[in-house]
């Protein structure tokens, strides 16, 4: 058995560095999770869609599929390589430059070819997103050595992300309406912008002395067998992000058919999330330590539970509430869980990682989100086929919105299975990361 890779924390000044290639990850993810649909599918956009809602659903189910099998596959290089830099800095390049094609190249109107394009551009874009993002999430564990750290970490991870997501996803849509409605002028500002935060970690991972693992392939599997709490993880992640995916996917339909609302309104609802995460994330600093991460992300599973089948009401008025109060107020009660969400689930594969290491004398930071990749990648590929087909099936007009408004019902069930999957993570996690360092055993 080999010596446990030893890699020094570095010291806080090097943690910004790092943290800001998520932001730029995020922007770069949510302007093409936000916009590509409308793109392609909705029937108010200019030049009307560009291929069917199911041919999307089918080439993003597909690009998924590729992504979900590069993201243990990317793990496993990175850690293999000892070069996590060198995947940053070519999935950095591929990514953003297959997303810039994927806005200019299409031609108007219904074709062969436009479908073509997104089979091929959108695939390699989302193996090239894993390329960057398995091997930046690897380096956790072990730019972070102990529990408070890594809390400490992912929370300035949590709030970088968030405001990444809000620059692609709420600053995204005034921008369009900014710059005339040229979608592929503003995909190219917000594209650029994140492609050189994402570069920004390069001054300080490749500071790191990083030593080559000797895993092999056949790990992969292994890994999943021997740490049962791992497996629980992958499941819950999965079943939640499958439901909260068609959710993302489904946003601007919601604005735009069950509201009736230009497509640029969709940052007012989107904005109404962040003005409840962003509060809470300074919130969950001493509210996650004490309830502990299992309980945490059962109250935030459960309460997304509760919380998305409402989502069906989008539309109506509720009380004294307006159409558009009622949404808001839908859109902002997701803020506290989701905030749950971005402060806790890093954390728990990486004290997988650190339990791990202590059996198998190895660090397979890279490995182990790259398999929990592959599981949530899945999800967002079938997410992307669910609402494709409810789309086809059922609707997605004005005059049949019931396509848009069954997704929140079915999302709700998927997090009620995921918060009953967290029930079954091991307690002992729990205790040992609540208990001071010097009673540890």
Same mark, same amino acid.
């Given at each position: 058995m080999s010596a446990p890779v030893?890699?020094?924390?570095?010291?806080?000044? &090097?943690?910004?560095?790092?943290?800001?290639?998520?932001?730029?990850?995020? #922007?770069l993810d949510t302007v093409l999770q936000t916009w590509l649909i409308f793109l392609f599918t909705a029937q108010t956009a200019p030049g009307g869609p560009l291929v069917a809602p199911a041919v999307f659903g089918l080439a993003l189910l597909a690009a998924r599929i590729c992504e979900a099998v590069a993201n243990p596959l990317a793990g496993?290089?990175?850690? &293999?390589?000892?070069?996590?830099?060198?995947?940053?800095?070519?999935?950095?390049?591929?990514?953003?430059?297959?997303?810039?094609a994927l806005f200019w190249a299409p031609g108007p109107g219904l074709g062969?070819?436009?479908a073509a394009l997104l089979?091929?551009?959108?695939?390699?874009?989302?193996?090239?997103?894993?390329?960057? #993002?398995?091997?930046?999430?690897?380096?956790?564990?072990?730019?972070?050595r102990d529990d408070? &750290? &890594?809390?400490?970490?992912?929370?300035?991870?949590?709030?970088?992300?968030l405001a990444g997501v809000f620059v692609g996803q709420v600053l995204s849509g005034p921008?369009?309406?900014?710059?005339?409605?040229?979608?592929?002028?503003?995909?190219?500002?917000? #594209?650029?912008?994140?492609?050189?935060?994402?570069?920004?970690?390069?001054?300080?991972?490749?500071?790191?002395?990083?030593?080559r693992s000797r895993l092999v392939l056949a790990q992969m599997g292994q890994v999943l067998v021997r740490n049962p709490g791992f497996r629980i993880l992958v499941v819950a992640q999965a079943l939640f992000w499958l439901g909260f995916n068609t959710v993302r996917l489904a946003a601007i339909f919601f604005v735009t058919v069950l509201l009736g609302q230009e497509a640029a309104r969709l940052s007012l609802f989107l904005g109404a999330i962040f003005l409840v995460t962003v509060p809470s994330l300074l919130a969950l600093r001493f509210v996650v330590p004490r309830l502990g991460k299992r309980r945490s992300m059962i109250l935030a599973t459960g309460s997304f539970a509760v919380l998305l089948p409402l989502l069906a009401t989008v539309g109506r008025s509720v009380g004294p509430l307006s159409a558009e109060q009622w949404a808001l107020s839908l859109f902002a009660s997701l803020g506290f869980p989701l905030a749950i969400l971005s402060v806790v689930q890093n954390p728990m594969v990486a004290e997988q990682?650190?339990?791990?290491?202590?059996?198998?004398?190895?660090?397979?930071?890279?490995?182990?989100?790259?398999?929990?990749?592959?599981?949530?990648?899945?999800?967002?590929?079938?997410?992307?086929?669910?609402?494709?087909?409810?789309?086809?099936?059922?609707?997605?007009?004005?005059?049949?919105?019931?396509g848009i408004q069954l997704v929140g019902p079915i999302a709700g069930v998927l997090a009620l299975g995921a918060? #009953?999957?967290?029930?079954?993570?091991p307690k002992d996690f729990e205790q040992s990361a609540t208990q001071p360092a010097e009673t540890r055993k």
């Open positions: 030893q890699i020094p924390a570095p010291a806080q000044s &090097r943690d910004w560095p790092y943290l800001v290639g998520v932001g730029g990850y995020a #922007i496993f290089g990175a850690d &293999r390589s000892g070069r996590p830099w060198l995947f940053l800095l070519v999935g950095t390049l591929v990514f953003g430059g297959a997303g810039l062969p070819l436009n089979f091929a551009l959108l695939p390699l874009a989302l193996v090239a997103q894993s390329s960057y #993002i398995v091997p930046y999430l690897g380096l956790l564990p072990q730019l972070a408070e &750290r &890594r809390v400490r970490v992912s929370n300035g991870q949590a709030l970088v992300l921008a369009l309406g900014w710059l005339d409605n040229r979608l592929a002028l503003m995909a190219t500002l917000f #594209i650029a912008l994140a492609m050189a935060l994402m570069l920004v970690p390069l001054l300080s991972v490749r500071s790191l002395q990083m030593e990682v650190e339990q791990d290491a202590k059996s198998s004398g190895e660090a397979k930071g890279a490995l182990f989100f790259g398999l929990q990749g592959l599981a949530i990648k899945l999800s967002y590929g079938l997410a992307a086929a669910l609402l494709g087909f409810l789309q086809s099936q059922f609707g997605y007009s004005p005059g049949q919105p019931l918060a #009953i999957a967290y029930g079954f993570y």
